[in-house]
């Protein structure tokens, strides 16, 4: 029966720790500065993401000749294709982004011709941090409460601790009938 309870309460922990997080996934997938070895220095996309349920992108964008700033865009989420984005930039122009397995694929129309591009994000120290600063606090929970189901196992269910009670019970009860035979 303890052991139940503390798969209840580790499960309880683990859904505390995702249910404050379910919106920043967007921003976890997409947050950051996106470039590629092709590129020449500073170029790239840098991605801004909100914290909330709209899943809006802020992305500044500079690739070759093609320079945009400040492009809000709506990204969708399906399991085929991962996160995508598109934006319509003009009659004749339009950008479209597909994040899948850590890479963003970028299509660029302009002018009558489509450019590929494909981006890796560059590693960010600070992003493992944020990420253990938040699940952090859950983990050590999850020892505690592990330690705390264990030790109340050992000390009031063992068969041990119930041997030694046993033990001053018999004790106690000696002690009163050598107690009755005296007076």
Same mark, same amino acid.
């Given at each position: 029966m303890l052991s139940y309870g503390a798969v209840l309460a580790v499960m309880c922990i683990s859904y505390l720790s995702f249910s404050g997080t379910f919106f920043d996934i967007l921003s976890e997938n997409l947050d950051g500065v996106w470039s590629s070895t092709e590129l020449?220095?500073?170029?790239?996309?840098?991605?801004?993401?909100?914290?909330?349920?709209t899943r809006d992108c802020t992305a500044y964008l500079k690739i070759k000749n093609l320079v945009v700033e400040n492009v809000s865009m709506q990204f969708v989420y399906s399991p085929a294709a991962r996160w995508v984005g598109v934006k319509f930039l003009?009659?004749?122009?339009?950008?479209?982004?597909?994040?899948? +397995?850590? /890479?963003? !694929? %970028?299509? %660029?129309f302009v002018d009558s011709s489509m450019r590929t591009f494909l981006l890796e994000r560059r590693q960010n120290r600070g992003r493992l941090r944020k990420i253990l600063g938040k699940k952090g606090g859950y983990v050590c929970l999850i020892f505690l409460v592990i330690g705390l189901f264990k030790w %109340?196992?050992? /000390? #009031? #269910? +063992?068969?041990?601790?119930?041997?030694?009670?046993?033990?001053?019970?018999?004790? !106690?009860?000696?002690? +009163?009938?050598?107690?009755?035979?005296?007076?």
């Amino acid at each position: 029966m303890l052991s139940y309870g503390a798969v209840l309460a580790v499960m309880c922990i683990s859904y505390l720790s995702f249910s404050g997080t379910f919106f920043d996934i967007l921003s976890e997938n997409l947050d950051g500065v996106w470039s590629s070895t092709e590129l020449l220095e500073g170029e790239g996309i840098n991605l801004t993401c909100s914290h909330d349920s709209t899943r809006d992108c802020t992305a500044y964008l500079k690739i070759k000749n093609l320079v945009v700033e400040n492009v809000s865009m709506q990204f969708v989420y399906s399991p085929a294709a991962r996160w995508v984005g598109v934006k319509f930039l003009s009659e004749d122009a339009w950008i479209l982004l597909r994040q899948t +397995s850590g /890479r963003l !694929l %970028v299509r %660029v129309f302009v002018d009558s011709s489509m450019r590929t591009f494909l981006l890796e994000r560059r590693q960010n120290r600070g992003r493992l941090r944020k990420i253990l600063g938040k699940k952090g606090g859950y983990v050590c929970l999850i020892f505690l409460v592990i330690g705390l189901f264990k030790w %109340v196992q050992i /000390r #009031f #269910f +063992s068969l041990h601790s119930g041997r030694q009670n046993l033990r001053h019970r018999r004790n !106690l009860s000696l002690r +009163s009938e050598t107690r009755k035979k005296n007076e």
